[in-house]
């Protein structure tokens, strides 16, 4: 026995009463359905049978079977209410709609033929091939921009949308169809606009509004070239309207991090950008000064030193820099210099030799729980805790008095 099929015959029902005819497993058929089943491009309505969560719907044949999440009780005979979660109906036909106008002008204003179309969460993607007018090659973003902008021309005139059923393929080829036909007979054929300037006529099994001005919105986001035809990023609907208010609101934070307009946005991230490069000159020729100011001073404590450990700490530089202080004085080294970055509790060993700074960390480190290594004239340590480097250092003082 077919299942009548309501939501042919009025997209808008949302809700019916229908005869459960038999239950498998956990599919169930019923004698009719406002429930539309996966295909075309569309995917499947969700909803509830008799207060149970529907999880799948999918056509074989003429019937449509609905998958009922378990457990639940259903028998053959009885009646059910059927009811469809209409905000995701509606937005499926918004953005299934949107891309019909969509392809509909590509074909119009460029010859392009869609040949792929995918609906994912953030976005909808329509594969172009340009293979009508020979002197159009490419897409461009300009040209995008035309479609765009012409697209939303047939949502604002509002224009009828319609669905025309035919039993055999010769009747259905007699309307102005944009793409050949896939299939023989019981053909729907949707049309957008009057049939003889249609903004798109196609064969069709998917739902959509009865007006393109429900579509609201179509926005394309990218063009790039793949496989040899154009792939248009876009939004339609709802979905189009949520990520336009998502940007606007980044915009809003961007234009008052940088106190500007979308007018003048960029001009002043760039001024803010050439700022911030010239504080990082200005600050590479500080630290540099501050490093050979360190290295005059210990070079004078080098000097006047008697063969003891000398130990310097610093919390205002990056390791890297306290290495640059320690290298240009290796040399002249008596015994062992040691710098402690207190930042990230590093310690730097440098000597002229007469002590094996690498073996220093690598004997003795790890007892406090020191990670590190290096040569004979220079390592590092690092140490999770302060109080580990400075029982290393006492350690180090004692073992070479
Ligand atoms: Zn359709």
Known sequence: METIKLYQQDVYMKECTAKVISVESDLVLLDRTVFFPVGGGQSCDLGTVAGYEVTEVFEEGDKVYHRIREPFQLEAGQQAECSIDWARRFDNMQRHCGEHILSGIFFREFGGVNRGFHMGDDYMTIDISLEEDPSITEITWEMAKHAELCT???????????????????????????????????ISIVCVGDINNAADCVACCGTHPSTAGQVGLVKLYKVEKNKGMFR????????????????HDLLTVLGNRYSASADDLLEKMDARKEKDKAIKNELTV????????????IRKDLKAADGEVLIYEFGDMKTDDLLNIGRPVMQEVKKLLLIISTNDNTLLLFSDGTVNCGKLVKENASIYNGKGGGNA???????????????????????LR
């Open 152 to 186: 939303n021309e047939v949502i604002w005139s509002n224009a009828p949308v319609t669905v025309r059923r035919f039993k055999t393929r010769e009747e259905a080829e007699k309307m102005p169809l944009r793409k050949k036909l896939a299939i023989d007979e019981e």
């Open 232 to 247: 248009i990023y876009f939004e339609a609907g709802k979905r189009a309207l949520l990520d336009y208010d998502k940007k």
């Open 286 to 297: 500080l630290r540099q000064s501050v490093i050979e100011s360190r290295v005059s001073d």
């Open 377 to 399: 004239t220079s390592a590092r340590a690092i140490f999770p805790k302060r109080e580990g480097l400075d029982t290393y250092i006492q350690l180090l003082i004692n073992h």
